[in-house]
Nanobody, 122 residues
C-alpha cells in the first residue's frame, strides 16, 4: 500500500503562516504529481497547490502569491508554505499523490491523506 502522512495543520491568526508537510511511503515506483487539496463542509474538494514530476506547479487563483508548494529533496515529501493566511483559507486540507506502482507493469494511482484541519481565526 501507499500511505500519506500529513502534518502541520492547526489554528493560526489572520496574516499568520503555517507549513504543511506530506510524506508518501510504501510501494512507490515514482511520483507524478503531489500536493494539496482542501474542502469545506458542504462544498466540493478543490485544488490548492500541486507540484508535478517536471517541477511545474499548479495553484488555485485564491492562493497564488501566498502559498508555495515545494518538493523535499531525497524524500517523497512535499511542503506547502502558507503565508498571509485568511479566514477564507479555513478548511480541511488533504494531501494528494498521483504515484506510479510497478505491479507487472507501471500503473498510476491516486492516493489521499486523511486530512488535516487548518483554521484561520482571531
Amino acid at each position: 500500500q501507499v500511505q500519506l502522512v500529513e502534518s502541520g495543520g492547526g489554528l493560526v491568526q489572520p496574516g499568520g503562516s503555517l507549513r504543511l508537510s506530506c510524506a508518501a511511503s510504501g510501494n512507490i515506483y515514482s511520483i507524478n504529481t503531489m500536493g494539496w487539496y482542501r474542502q469545506v463542509s458542504g462544498k466540493e474538494r478543490e485544488l490548492v497547490a500541486v507540484i508535478n514530476i517536471d517541477d511545474t506547479t499548479n495553484y488555485a487563483d485564491s492562493v497564488k502569491g501566498r502559498f508555495t508548494i515545494s518538493r523535499v529533496n531525497d524524500k517523497n515529501t512535499v511542503a506547502l508554505q502558507m503565508n498571509s493566511l485568511k479566514p477564507e483559507d479555513t478548511a480541511v486540507y488533504y494531501c494528494y499523490c498521483n504515484a506510479n506502482r510497478y505491479i507487472g507493469t507501471v500503473l498510476s494511482f491516486q492516493y489521499w491523506g486523511q486530512g488535516t484541519q487548518v483554521t484561520v481565526s482571531s
